[in-house]
């Protein structure tokens, strides 16, 4: 099933910063949703293009290559009109009414699927990567800053897997790592969701999810801020995120480094 995109003047989310109750009740049934018209198209052209001077000057010494996608992490504590979009309070209002509990950044990140990459991006939970304990659902939401259709690399979901957990880390690159840890996933019919420039999907982080191929002349270029319960804690583990702050298992992941700043 594929989710048809609409005109791009169209917005779901209202003066306050609020989406419809229905938008509510479909991201808390599905594991997630996606939101028209979060940004305007003026806000649009002026992160697209932050976005795509900082790829340009960050690409040779700090861009980590997955193989299947250009990844730049915590881009808010390095470019100011960056750090705009990772802290947008229209962004942060909105994770929290869908996730229902106060929330702090965990981490943002720059997506860039480069032109004719034919990798897709397989299917993975987000969660079991991360180095968190005592925490509810936490959630990304994934701003489009160019057109994003099917072709472009847009996202597929497993609608009602965000109560799967407990799960490994999988491969990105291994079409059959999810399922292979939990085979019952393999039969839930997948959603695609191409989304408009200033569109934004918001998903949990455990919700199975996958982003398709780049075959088109233009780079797919995506911001996420990644969201998770202000009462969450460090579990130890580690991640690069956490790893150059001097944390012990069981501080709690806030301050400066984790802010909450929309409300």
């Not at 019952?184 to 191409?194: A, D, E, G, Q, Y």
């Not at 999810?209 to 002349?217: F, S, V």
Request: hydrophobic letters at 35%; proline letters at 8%.
């Amino acid at each position: 099933m594929t989710i048809t995109p609409t005109d791009r003047r169209e917005s779901d989310v209202d003066a306050d910063g609020r989406v419809p109750g229905a938008l509510v009740e479909d991201y808390r049934q599905n594991g997630f949703v996606r939101v028209r018209g979060m940004l305007g198209p003026d806000e649009v052209a002026r992160f697209r293009s932050a976005a795509e001077s900082f790829l340009e000057a960050h690409r040779a010494e700090s861009l980590e290559k997955q193989g299947v996608f250009s990844q730049l992490v915590n881009v808010w504590q390095q470019d100011t009109t960056l750090r705009e979009l990772t802290l947008h309070p229209r962004l942060g209002r909105v994770a929290e009414q869908l996730a229902g509990f106060p929330l702090r950044l965990w981490h943002d990140q720059l997506l860039v699927k480069e032109p004719h990459n034919n990798a897709a991006t397989e299917f993975h939970q987000d969660r079991p990567y991360w180095p968190h304990a005592n925490d509810r659902l936490s959630l990304s939401a994934w701003v489009a800053l160019v057109d994003v259709p099917p072709e472009r690399g847009c996202m597929t979901f497993l609608p009602g897997t965000q109560g799967v957990s407990g799960l490994r880390p999988q491969d990105l690159h291994d079409e059959e790592d999810l399922f292979e840890a939990e085979p019952s996933l393999r039969w839930i019919p997948r959603v695609t969701v191409p989304l408009r420039a200033g569109d934004c999907t918001f998903h949990s982080s455990y919700t199975g999810h996958m982003a398709l191929p780049n075959r088109t002349d233009l780079a797919r270029l995506a911001h996420v801020t990644i969201y998770m319960d202000e009462a969450t804690t460090y579990s130890g583990t580690p991640h690069p995120v956490t790893d150059p702050l001097g944390l012990a298992a069981g501080d709690r992941l806030d301050g400066d480094s984790f802010p909450r700043r929309w409300s």
